[in-house]
């Protein structure tokens, strides 16, 4: 059985901004094949998806609940740790500082902050057709009734001459009754240069 939380680079402790980060890094560097990618959010980014997964998972490899529970315990140590220390903070606010150092010091920050933004130049990305199928497979899962019962296929990508990618595919799942569903769906998805992806649903249907 394969274990997608190794191949993203994570453990099963993981958290869900943790798998989420893991899969958009894995997209952005095209590490990963397509089906693989998809597979890995299938699996582990709907927490009832998730949950069944991971019994199948340690039925399979059960050495893998003593890692997940030694993760824990690091995890819980190193809370308690800082919130011991929060509270030992709390105990012993710092001293009073003067107004003059107040300000002056409230000058200085404000020189520093606007010599960072002016030299600062706008995150770009480079837009992929792995990460134009993640972005648009997003917003076609927020559209479902069930999205955890979602299952990706038919995958097609093509690369506009603008740096802009035209997605499709289809996606099996259940409507409000519990009846399977199958939609087809076209994403135009373009690189907003901000670090995020601008979608426009093309076609759902």
């Keep these: ?59 399979a ?11 824990a315990q690091a995890r819980a140590a190193a809370t308690a740790e800082r919130e011991a220390r929060q509270a030992v903070i709390a105990a012993n606010p710092p001293k009073k500082t003067s107004l003059i150092m107040i300000f002056g010091g409230g000058f200085i920050l404000l020189f520093l902050l606007a010599t960072i933004f002016s030299n600062k130049s706008p995150q770009k990305t480079t837009l992929s057709e792995f990460s134009a199928q993640a972005a648009c497979q997003d917003v076609i899962t927020d559209r479902l009734k069930a999205p955890s019962s979602a299952k990706f296929g038919g995958w097609q990508h093509k690369a506009n001459g603008d740096g802009s990618y035209t997605v499709s595919g289809y996606v099996d799942a259940q409507n409000s009754f519990g009846a399977p569903l199958r939609n087809h769906f076209s994403c135009a998805v373009r690189d907003n240069g901000n670090g995020n992806a601008g979608i426009t649903i093309n076609g759902f249907y």
């Excluded at 869900?16 to 893991?22: D, G, H, V």
């Excluded at 958009?24 to 990618?37: C, F, I, N």
């Design 1 to 59: 059985m394969q274990n997608y939380y190794e191949i993203l680079g994570i453990t099963p402790a993981a958290s869900a901004a943790e798998i989420s980060a893991a899969i958009k890094k894995a997209a952005e560097r095209q590490a990963l094949d397509l089906d693989v990618l998809t597979a890995c959010r299938n699996h582990l980014f709907d927490n009832q998806a998730r949950q069944a997964y991971n019994q199948q998972l340690f039925a």
């Design 61 to 71: 490899r059960p050495e893998l609940l003593e890692e997940v529970a030694l993760e």
